[in-house]
């Protein structure tokens, strides 16, 4: 998190490339930010170290600081997707929707970076480790309404004990299909079905391999 980085971790994030994320540093320091979500270390040679999407949020808000809304949570350092139905909310100002893309374009660039064929157009490894959150910013960084605590409408991302597979919940077909739609341009399968017992519309998303 941004509080147990030190001056010298925070200058290596500060310091990654532009354009791709490649870090420089020491093989402690390096490994100190993989540890901490913030970097990957590439599956290929020569191996280097590329910041993840939570690593890309950092280095940009270091770049650029936001004022503290009152009444904002404290910044944890590490971006979290709106699953829907959270308790504590994220914001919904400029600052969020600054974070989101942020967000979402390192993740792009880490399906560049870890896809065999460097494919931006489905899903890597590490969203596939990390469904519910990768699909929840999939739609959060496309527009979609996630749900409110105790709200109805809205989406809400849930696990499944199906492998590789979300399901997507929104009381509104419209807005439904409307997430079906934004996860299919992100690279996921999305099936629309009805639950046995509650006769509940929902979606079956996995992320693609090919």
């Known amino acids: 998190m941004t509080r147990a ?24 320091q390096l ?27 950092i280095r ?9 809304e009152a009444g904002a949570p404290a910044a944890t350092g590490v971006f979290a997707a709106r699953v829907g139905g959270e308790a504590t909310a994220s914001g919904t100002g400029p600052a969020r929707l600054r974070e989101v893309r942020s967000a979402w374009q390192g993740m792009l660039e880490l399906r560049r970076m870890t896809n ?15 469904l519910v959150q990768a699909a929840a910013l999939a739609l959060e960084a ?9 709200a109805e409408g809205g989406y809400r ?8 597979a979300v399901a997507v919940y929104e009381v509104d077909g419209e807005a439904l299909r409307a997430c079906a739609a934004t996860l299919e341009g992100a690279g996921w399968q999305v099936g629309e079905h009805t639950e046995p017992r509650t006769r509940t519309r929902y979606l079956l998303a996995s992320p693609r391999r090919v």
Do not use: M, N, S, Y
């Open 5 to 28: 980085l030190g001056a010298g971790l925070r200058r290596v994030i500060e310091g990654a490339d532009l354009a791709t994320g490649r870090l420089k540093g020491t093989e402690a």
């Open 31 to 57: 490994a100190a930010l993989v540890k901490r979500g913030l970097a990957f270390r590439h599956p290929r040679a020569p191996r280097h170290h590329f910041l993840t999407p939570a690593g890309h949020r």
């Open 60 to 68: 940009d808000a270091e770049a650029e600081p936001e004022p503290v």
């Open 116 to 130: 065999p064929d460097g494919a931006t157009d489905r899903p890597c490894g590490w969203e596939r480790a990390h």
């Open 142 to 150: 496309a527009g979609c309404r996630p749900a409110g605590e105790g």
């Open 157 to 164: 991302v849930r696990e499944t004990p199906q492998p590789e």
